[in-house]
């Protein structure tokens, strides 16, 4: 009965090894049921014609150096020295777990400097004109600067792109880039790129935020960041500004989709909120927190039991007979 038992607790947890993936993957599934969980969200959509009913942006706020032009893009800035510009959605975006997906453009004519670059915010207020590639700090939230202009004259390859946290307290000091704020980073060469660059936000509440870009062909999406166990305001309004200083780029925004992951753990086939959750507290009576770890010391412990057994079993049958 002992043997049975512990052999079907085992079978049960090496299952649930086999049927669990790393928690790195992320991976979106591809089945039918998975797209079944997605769910575009049109007031948080920017798609040419941009204007609706009377010739307005219905969803959107803008201000600042930002020229609506309705067939084909948004222009933040144009290539001229200090203008800002954003636009931000007039709602907050309430979806738990979401992918946001923004085609964009940095161009300019500068070929040693040029600037300073553009952000997308999701923040639990819209964020006047500022000075944090034009957004005004603090805020409450999330912000990811694609930043082309080095003011630490680091040397440092450029682009440049930061995640910063904030907690709607901290400043943010231009000259230091932002230090002290950033929780995650990467480069990324997106200015000046024949065709639009993509990037895409994956949040999942709580779990991860992932940030991905497409800038060099079809369907060739590269890794910027994943953010683990990343808390962001529960009603998030979606940024998008830009800045330029003495020197200058065009940054535009080209096409804006929101999808909300009705499913998560189905949709990226994520490993359950605690990975030992299908099991009762009791059957875990030590600390050992890593599933992987708990069943090779088992597999080891079976293996030992289970040779020692039979060794007794075989040696009382022996004495038997003889
Ligand atoms: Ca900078």
Redesign the pocket.
Known sequence: MLVSGILSRLSSFLLLGLVTLPKSSYTSSSNGQSEQNLKELKHFELEPPFIGAGFRLLDWDYHGSTVIDVFNKIKLTPEFSSRSGSIWSKKPLLAPSFIIDIDFKIKGEGTVVY???MAFWLTGDKLPLGHV?GAMAPWDGLGI?I??????SSGRI?P?VYALLNDGTMNYE?DK?GQGLIIDQCEMDVRNKQWNTRARITYVKDRFLKLQFNHEGWDNWVDCFTIEKLKLPKAKYIGFTAETGDVADEHEIHRVITTAVLNPDLHFNLPTEHGTSLFPDSFFDTNISSPSTLAIFLSISLVIFVGWYGFKIVTKVDTKRF
């Not at 930043?147 to 630490?152: A, F, K």
């Open positions: 600037g300073d670059g590639l600067l930043d082309t202009y080095d003011n630490l450029l440049n231009k880039e």
